[in-house]
């Protein structure tokens, strides 16, 4: 299962105020704080692992169906080895896989590591059309959401429908399949 999560860097330095007191306590556990507090640019670290945390929320929600609110059940896990991070969600551990630039944080969260390096990103402008541009981009496909609200790509030929993960924020938007789903049909 994938989740994928944007950050709008400049739109988040508009609209929060992480700062203020008791927000990082709501959200973050305590060796998560302190990472954000002794990064050298705090608001990057803080907006990197809450986008880890929500990517791994909605490859979890694919899973379960279920939505909720409990950030703090969501733990990011930094093994010392190479400085990638995990999340941890009761027992299951999301893999995750994040683009900083310095525009915007994108992470992605599959429960499977090997799923990370088949992962197909579309990045476009967040816009209301982006399901119309998608089809434009991938004729023969479609972008759609389920009865539960959650985003499929529909084959027109073969009426297959597979998984897909949609962020969005501020001015940007990525889309998020298995690489090989356009060469399987």
Known sequence: MLGNDIVDLEQAHRDSKWERKGYLEKIFTLTEQELI???????????????????AYKAENRLTNERFYAPKRFSCIQP????????????????????????????IATLDLSELQRVHINYQQNQPD????????????????????????????????????????????????????????
């Open 80 to 107: 010392a080895m190479d400085g990638t991070f995990n999340v941890k969600y009761r027992d299951r551990l999301f893999h995750i896989s994040s683009a900083i630039n310095e525009q915007y944080i994108h992470s």
């Open 130 to 185: 982006y399901a119309q541009e998608f089809s434009y981009l991938y004729p023969g496909y479609s972008l759609k959401k389920d009865k539960a609200g959650l985003p499929a790509i529909i084959n027109h030929q073969t009426g297959m429908k597979h998984a897909a993960s949609v962020s969005h924020h501020g001015q940007y938007l990525a889309i998020i399949y298995s690489g090989s789903l356009l060469l399987k049909d």
């Open 37 to 55: 507090l002794n990064a050298e640019k705090p608001s990057a670290m803080l907006w990197l692992l809450w986008s880890m945390k929500e990517a």
